[in-house]
């Protein structure tokens, strides 16, 4: 088997084991329930994520559209949102599998948004927003209410859905900030979402370094996919046929954003299903 397909390096810089990669005898069956993560032997895998569940109606029954005709597998929902609380329905319904998308600094729109809730998140988003390293660099004056607004979401998450999330990830990928990962604060033996996957030379070498740091911080205690992309840019074509090859040896995550129109529109009108004739698209998110 060619572990180096298609010239793109593996996320933990070894050619044989992909980080995050278990054994799937010891890892837990898969359920029937929303969140539940179900296994993969060893091969191939291809899970199209599409993020912002129940941010607003309108995102949503883009979504939905797209889970129907079976372009989507699975759902990252946000919580104390406009929608939250119909998408939980709807995906309760129709057996859709969800998952946690944390929220740091889009303002929560639900009229039963707590207000300490509402204080924490507040004061998190004004120092994302503060400069570009603010993501990097630990803010220990921020630990309790990093601790509040990740607990207070996943125990919602439980509200809506009945049961506690498998699997998490965040909005703007926030959920890999360092007031996160530094504090253990997403529940271990989840399966979280890793950073992006570039080809060699991509980006620099302490983007590269950096990223590598924190996926094999992630694999200490949590599962991962083997690699992790977003649908977009769609051209040049040859970008799309080297992730969607991985797909036929590896676990692939793709995220999508279906109220985007132009990732809608390769969704719904069913350009994608052209594309992964081979490895076909996963009916919802596993793991290995």
């Given amino acids: 088997m060619n572990r180096n397909a298609d010239s793109i390096s593996m996320p933990s810089g070894s050619l044989s084991a992909p980080l995050g990669m278990e054994d799937s005898a010891n890892s837990s069956s898969a359920g029937e329930s929303t969140g539940r993560i179900g296994v993969v032997p060893n091969g191939g895998y291809l899970i199209v994520n599409a993020d912002d569940w129940g941010r607003d109606r309108e995102t949503t029954d883009r979504t939905l559209d797209c889970i129907l ?15 939250s609380e119909r998408a939980a329905e709807i995906a309760l319904k129709r057996g859709i599998d969800v998952g946690l998308h944390l ?37 220990p004056g921020l630990a309790h209410p990093f601790e509040y607004v990740v607990k207070t979401q996943i125990d919602e998450h439980h509200r809506l859905y009945g049961m506690g999330p498998g699997r998490l990830d965040g909005h703007h990928h926030l959920h890999l900030c360092s007031n996160v990962l530094l504090g253990r604060l997403l529940p271990s033996g989840s399966l979280v979402r890793r950073n992006f996957s570039f080809q060699p030379g991509e980006k620099n070498l302490f983007n590269r370094l950096y990223r590598g740091w924190v996926d094999r911080m992630l694999a200490r205690r949590h599962r991962l996919t083997d690699f992790f992309f977003s649908l977009p840019p769609l051209q040049p074509p040859c970008r799309l046929h080297r992730i969607f090859s991985l797909a036929r040896q590896f676990v692939v995550e793709v995220e999508t954003h279906p109220i985007k129109t132009e990732e809608y529109r390769f969704l719904a009108e069913g350009e994608i299903l052209r594309w992964v004739e081979e490895c076909g698209i996963a009916p919802r998110f596993v793991a290995r």
């Fill in 69 to 83: 005709r079976g372009t989507v597998s699975s759902v990252s929902a946000m919580v104390y949102m406009a929608d």
């Fill in 103 to 139: 929220n740091f600094t889009t303002p929560f729109s639900a009229p039963n948004c707590p207000a300490r809730l509402v204080g924490y998140h507040c004061r998190i988003a004004a120092y994302l927003r503060r400069h570009p390293f603010a993501r990097v660099l630990f803010h």
